[in-house]
C-alpha cells in the first residue's frame, strides 16, 4: 500500500470508530432482526471454518459479538474465542453481553484486523460476519489472519454480493440524493480503480475468493445464498436504518427537522413495495467465502 493509500485508510478507520461511536447501542438493540438476517449464513460461516469442541477461534470485526456467542458455545469450555473489533464502542457493549450471560470462554479486545497483535499460529478457526469488507486493505488482513491461524486451520467470511441484490442499502441514498438534488456517484468523474470499502466492495464475483488465492489460503470455497430482510413493518425498516446508518445521517446533516422527516417519509413510501400482508421483506444476498492455511508452510 502505498503511502497515500495508507493515510486514507487510516483516515477511514477512524471514521468507523466514530461512527460506530454513535450507532453501536442502537445496532445491538436492532440485532434480533439482524441476527434472523444472518442466521442461514452464519452456520454456514462457522461450518466452512470448521469449528469445533476444544477449538481456540478468531472472531474479526466481531460487532456485539452475537456470532462470537453461537462460537463459544460450539467450542465448549475446553475451547475459546477472541472477540476483536477495531471499535471500543462495540467491544465494550461484547464483553458486557458475555459476562452478563456468564459466558468465560469469551475474550475481547479492541483491534485492528490489518494490524492483529496476535502470535503466528495461534488459532484453530478464524470466522468474520459483515465485517472484511470494511477493510481498506482486505488482502493485508486476509495475510494477517493467515499468519495467525494454525496449519491446517480454516478462515470463512460473509460479505454482501453487489448492490443490485440488496436493495434495502441503495434505495434510501438514492430518494436523499433526489429529494436534495446531491450528485449520483454514477454521473461523477471515474475514480481510480482502487479498492474502496464498503457494504458492496468484496461482493464481484471471484474477487474475494482471488485474494483468499492471494494470501495464500488453499481449498478455497464460495456460496451464494439468499438472505431476506424481514421486519414486522415498512416504518420498523426505515426507524431501523435511520439508527444505525450514519452515511445517511450524514447526508442529511444540515437540513432542518421539517425537511428531514419529510424525507424519511419519502424513503417509507419508496420501501413499501417490499411490504407482503405478513410484514415487510426485502431481498438481500449474501457471500460465503472460506479457505485453509497448507499444513506445510513454504
Same mark, same amino acid.
Given at each position: 500500500?502505498?503511502?497515500?493509500?495508507?493515510? *486514507?485508510?487510516?483516515?477511514?478507520?477512524?471514521?468507523e470508530?466514530?461512527?460506530? /461511536?454513535?450507532?453501536? #447501542?442502537?445496532?445491538?438493540?436492532?440485532m434480533?432482526?439482524?441476527?434472523?438476517? !444472518?442466521?442461514?449464513?452464519? %452456520?454456514?460461516? $462457522?461450518?466452512?471454518?470448521?469449528?469445533?469442541t &476444544?477449538?481456540?477461534v $478468531?472472531?474479526?470485526?466481531?460487532?456485539?459479538?452475537?456470532?462470537?456467542?453461537?462460537?463459544?458455545? !460450539?467450542?465448549?469450555?475446553?475451547?475459546?474465542?477472541?472477540?476483536?473489533?477495531?471499535? +471500543?464502542?462495540?467491544?465494550?457493549?461484547?464483553?458486557?453481553?458475555?459476562?452478563?450471560?456468564?459466558?468465560?470462554?469469551? *475474550?475481547?479486545?479492541?483491534?485492528?484486523? %490489518?494490524? !492483529?497483535?496476535?502470535?503466528?499460529?495461534?488459532?484453530?478457526?478464524?470466522?468474520?460476519?459483515?465485517?472484511?469488507?470494511f477493510?481498506?486493505?482486505?488482502?493485508? &488482513?486476509?495475510?494477517?489472519?493467515?499468519?495467525?491461524?494454525?496449519p491446517?486451520? #480454516?478462515?470463512?467470511?460473509?460479505?454482501?454480493?453487489?448492490?443490485?441484490?440488496?436493495?434495502?442499502?441503495?434505495?434510501?441514498?438514492?430518494?436523499?440524493?433526489?429529494?436534495?438534488?446531491? +450528485?449520483?456517484?454514477?454521473?461523477?468523474?471515474?475514480?481510480?480503480?482502487?479498492h474502496?470499502?464498503?457494504?458492496?466492495?468484496?461482493?464481484?464475483?471471484?474477487?474475494?475468493?482471488?485474494?483468499? #488465492?492471494?494470501?495464500?489460503?488453499?481449498?478455497?470455497?464460495?456460496?451464494?445464498?439468499? *438472505?431476506?430482510?424481514?421486519?414486522?413493518?415498512? /416504518?420498523?425498516?426505515?426507524?431501523?436504518?435511520?439508527?444505525?446508518?450514519?452515511?445517511?445521517?450524514?447526508?442529511?446533516?444540515?437540513?432542518?427537522?421539517?425537511?428531514?422527516?419529510?424525507?424519511?417519509?419519502?424513503?417509507?413510501?419508496?420501501?413499501?413495495?417490499? /411490504?407482503?400482508?405478513?410484514?415487510?421483506?426485502? +431481498?438481500?444476498?449474501?457471500?460465503?467465502?472460506? &479457505?485453509?492455511?497448507?499444513?506445510?508452510?513454504?
Open positions: 500500500m502505498t503511502k497515500t493509500n495508507s493515510l *486514507a485508510g487510516a483516515a477511514f478507520k477512524q471514521t470508530i466514530e461512527d460506530w /461511536e454513535r450507532a453501536a #447501542s442502537d445496532w445491538h438493540r436492532w434480533p432482526v439482524v441476527n434472523d438476517f !444472518l442466521s442461514v449464513a452464519t %452456520e454456514i460461516m $462457522l461450518d466452512q471454518a470448521g469449528v469445533e &476444544g477449538h481456540h $478468531l472472531d474479526i470485526a466481531a460487532g456485539d459479538g452475537s456470532q462470537s456467542l453461537i462460537a463459544a458455545k !460450539l467450542v465448549g469450555e475446553t475451547g475459546s474465542v477472541l472477540a476483536t473489533d477495531i471499535s +471500543p464502542a462495540f467491544i465494550k457493549i461484547s464483553k458486557e453481553i458475555a459476562q452478563a450471560r456468564d459466558v468465560k470462554n469469551i *475474550a475481547t479486545e479492541v483491534m485492528d484486523a %490489518e494490524n !492483529l497483535a496476535l502470535i503466528d499460529n495461534s488459532f484453530d478457526a478464524v470466522i468474520s460476519r459483515l465485517g472484511m469488507m477493510l481498506p486493505d482486505p488482502l493485508r &488482513g486476509l495475510q494477517e489472519i493467515h499468519r495467525v491461524l494454525k491446517s486451520g #480454516s478462515f470463512a467470511a460473509v460479505v454482501f454480493t453487489t448492490a443490485d441484490k440488496s436493495p434495502f442499502f441503495t434505495i434510501p441514498p438514492q430518494v436523499i440524493r433526489d429529494r436534495l438534488n446531491l +450528485p449520483n456517484p454514477s454521473d461523477m468523474s471515474p475514480a481510480p480503480k482502487t474502496q470499502p464498503g457494504p458492496f466492495a468484496l461482493g464481484t464475483p471471484d474477487l474475494f475468493a482471488d485474494l483468499f #488465492s492471494q494470501a495464500g489460503f488453499i481449498n478455497i470455497e464460495q456460496e451464494i445464498i439468499e *438472505a431476506p430482510l424481514r421486519f414486522k413493518t415498512t /416504518e420498523d425498516f426505515v426507524q431501523w436504518r435511520r439508527d444505525i446508518a450514519v452515511s445517511l445521517q450524514r447526508m442529511l446533516a444540515g437540513q432542518d427537522t421539517e425537511i428531514q422527516e419529510k424525507i424519511w417519509q419519502d424513503v417509507t413510501e419508496a420501501m413499501r413495495q417490499f /411490504e407482503a400482508n405478513d410484514g415487510f421483506e426485502t +431481498p438481500s444476498e449474501l457471500l460465503i467465502c472460506s &479457505g485453509q492455511k497448507p499444513s506445510v508452510q513454504k
